[in-house]
């Protein structure tokens, strides 16, 4: 049976699954008060070094363009080699910013290279291969952005394809647009059209993140996924409705609300971004952040509990507010409502409605 621990390493949350011999561990790093990005990928280091392993994934979000100077030291900080990573950024403002790092021992992770980079992580136990795709930009950021958003997912499924996997096999996408509030609309269109051409609808549609962000290449987009192809009996991949949302389908947006991933030994849930959507698939709570953050914490909550699991069950999660200055209004409510501690990233980012001033994606695990 799997067993799960939880710990902090240099101030650093660590939740580690635990299923011997394979042990992963999730590990969310944010910012001390004023502390530096260079500061902050050295505590990551510390804490990548002290558990061992091997990285499957790291995750910048929030930082500013000027960050950008850092990013080779978190490379020699946390892995020193070839680092799948996803850098998104904003303006750090507030010094809200983090760095979420996936890291597995017990099996072997082999990089994913494609186009002469490195963009991802392939790995396997002995119930499933996994793919981890993460920091793909466009290869012509002079090309418009519809145009950007089709070559990364056609990008997307060639390096699936090369790694023995179809994009069938995909559960879980993100997306994080430039001016996301000037092109979301084409960028659906595209991502629609794409899932009509491989079939997607006829089986299972990921969970999806598709929030506001700046890259490294001021490229229009920066995208992800994680995909996976079953090896034993006991393995199921499906789609979980949310008790108080409709389908995003029903709007125009090609997602569902959360996969589960059930494992002979446990289960991992993946809630999309949630944000302050009815089940008509209205924006409700018009310019009031507190209500927003409420209502997106009770449909997450519900999804959660619906699954059997709550707040002490997530082992990543990522706040996106459209002002810095609302950024309190999330550990006002979990105290509020007490809510089991959870790691948790917050960042300014613009969501994918001009009135949308909150959302949050979470992953959790239970084991069985």
């Given at each position: 049976?799997?067993?799960?621990?939880?710990?902090?390493?240099?101030?650093?949350?660590?939740?580690?699954?635990?299923?011997?011999?394979?042990?992963?561990?999730?590990?969310t790093v944010t910012p001390q008060k004023g502390e530096t990005p260079d500061s902050l990928f050295r505590r990551a280091g510390e804490v990548v070094h002290a558990l061992g392993g091997q990285v499957i994934s790291a995750e910048v979000l929030g930082m500013s363009a000027q960050d950008r100077r850092w990013l080779p030291d978190l490379a020699r900080a946390i892995d020193g080699t070839g680092l799948p990573t996803g850098w998104v950024e904003n303006t750090r403002a507030e010094n809200l910013c983090g760095l979420y790092i996936w890291i597995a021992s017990g099996m072997t992770v082999t990089r994913v290279q494609s186009r002469g980079r490195v963009v991802g992580s392939l790995f396997e136990d002995a119930a499933a291969r996994y793919c981890r795709l993460t920091g793909l930009l466009p290869?012509?950021?002079?090309?418009?952005?519809?145009?950007?958003?089709?070559?990364?997912?056609?990008?997307?499924?060639?390096?699936?394809?090369?790694?023995?996997?179809?994009?069938?096999?995909?559960?879980?996408t993100w997306f994080y647009n430039h001016d996301i509030l000037d092109w979301y609309s084409d960028f659906n269109r595209v991502r629609t059209r794409f899932f009509e051409e491989k079939k997607v609808f006829d089986g299972l549609v990921p969970a999806s993140t598709g929030i506001g962000g700046g890259n490294a290449a001021d490229a229009a987009l920066e995208a992800g996924l994680l995909a996976l192809s079953p090896k034993a009996r006991g393995v199921e991949v499906?789609?979980?409705?949310?008790?108080?949302?409709?389908?995003?389908?029903?709007y125009g947006s090609s997602f569902s609300r959360a996969v589960e991933v059930a494992m002979p030994d446990h289960r991992r849930l993946y809630v999309s971004g949630t944000a302050s959507i009815d089940?008509?698939?209205?924006?409700?709570?018009?310019?009031?952040t507190r209500a927003q953050v409420?209502?997106?914490?009770?449909?997450?909550?519900?999804?959660?509990?619906?699954?059997?699991?709550?707040?002490?069950?997530?082992?990543?999660?990522?706040?996106?507010?459209?002002?810095?200055e609302d950024a309190p209004l999330?550990?006002?409510?979990?105290?509020?409502?007490?809510?089991?501690?959870?790691?948790?990233?917050?960042?300014?980012?613009?969501?994918?409605?001009?009135d949308l001033l909150f959302e949050i994606e979470v992953d959790a695990v239970q084991a069985k």
């Open positions: 049976m799997g067993l799960i621990h939880k710990q902090v390493l240099a101030d650093s949350s660590v939740i580690t699954l635990d299923r011997s011999p394979v042990q992963e561990h999730f590990i290869a012509d950021t002079s090309r418009d952005r519809a145009e950007q958003a089709d070559g990364i997912l056609r990008w997307m499924d060639e390096v699936l394809t090369g790694q023995g996997l179809a994009f069938s096999d995909v559960f879980r499906y789609t979980v409705p949310s008790p108080l949302q409709s389908s995003a389908r029903d089940k008509e698939g209205r924006t409700v709570f018009l310019d009031d409420r209502l997106t914490m009770e449909v997450v909550q519900a999804i959660l509990q619906s699954r059997g699991m709550d707040w002490a069950d997530v082992t990543r999660s990522l706040a996106y507010f459209k002002r810095a999330l550990g006002t409510y979990c105290r509020d409502n007490a809510l089991a501690p959870f790691p948790v990233i917050v960042a300014e980012n613009d969501v994918c409605r001009d």
